[in-house]
């Protein structure tokens, strides 16, 4: 079975400033994991994954994620928030193959002008 | 190319009615979920499909009904409408091996039971 907990329903950041949002996942195997941006009234969109390829994984729009093993986390920054950045995001774990994929609660990003 | 096409976009129904929310793909993809996204729960999965023929249950399967007789399409069926059942409804496929594919998602049905 898999986990993922998402700290801080809403963050709030200045226009360009430091972006972090968190994501603690819990998994019996590597898993595989994934950050989706949404915006208001819109389908989720893929922001990047990581597959165990690289740690650091880099992905739309400036964002990128590092996976720490040790942590079991899998934070989304981007160095300098853009107003176009505020939407809800979301941080997904699967265990891979035909396993379910296991979605966060979300993350609301503002930026303030 | 359209992705993942999800209507009606907007709904409203009467308790104890039935509808079915109509979802297609034109990507080839073997793998479909049905989730529903409710306010500060995120998506949880209702029912998905690994290919053609072949259905499981979720998270939240209660009161939902799926068939995948199509590669390109996934209704998911209301069987008798409840308020618990208002919410943001979202299709989504990804290729072979879904797990590990990252999901294209439709812009969602948004439905109200009254």
């Known amino acids: 079975a898999q986990s993922v907990t998402q700290l801080g329903s809403h963050v709030s950041v200045s226009e360009g400033a430091l972006v972090l949002l968190r994501c603690n996942y819990s998994?019996?195997?590597?898993?595989?994991l994934f950050w989706y941006v949404q915006y208001p009234n819109q389908g989720l969109q893929l922001l990047l994954k990581y597959t165990s390829a690289a740690t650091l994984v880099k992905g739309i729009n400036g964002f990128e994620a590092e996976f720490k093993k040790s942590e079991t986390s899998f934070h989304l920054t981007k160095p300098s928030a853009h107003m176009s950045d505020a939407a809800e995001y979301f941080c997904?774990?699967?265990?891979?193959?035909?396993?379910?994929?296991?979605f966060g609660t979300g993350t609301k990003l503002q930026v303030i002008p | 190319n359209a992705g993942v096409t999800q209507t009606p976009k907007f709904q409203v129904l009467k308790t104890g009615q039935s509808m079915t929310l109509q979802c297609a793909q034109d990507?080839?993809?073997?793998?479909m979920s049905w989730y529903r996204q409710d306010p500060g729960m995120g998506l949880r999965l209702i029912h998905y499909s690994v290919g053609a023929g072949i259905t499981d249950q979720g998270e939240v399967p209660n009161g939902y009904n799926v068939s995948r007789s199509t590669t390109e399409d996934f209704p998911l069926r209301l069987l008798s409408a409840a308020p618990s059942q208002t919410s943001v409804y979202f299709c989504?496929?990804?290729?072979?091996?879904?797990?590990?594919?990252?999901?294209?998602f439709g812009d969602g049905t948004r439905l109200s039971i009254l």
């Open positions: 998994s019996s195997v590597p898993p595989y």
């Open positions: 989504a496929s990804s290729p072979r091996g879904g797990g590990n594919q990252p999901q294209h």
């Open positions: 990507m080839n993809h073997e793998y």
């Open positions: 997904a774990v699967s265990l891979g193959g035909y396993q379910k994929v296991t």
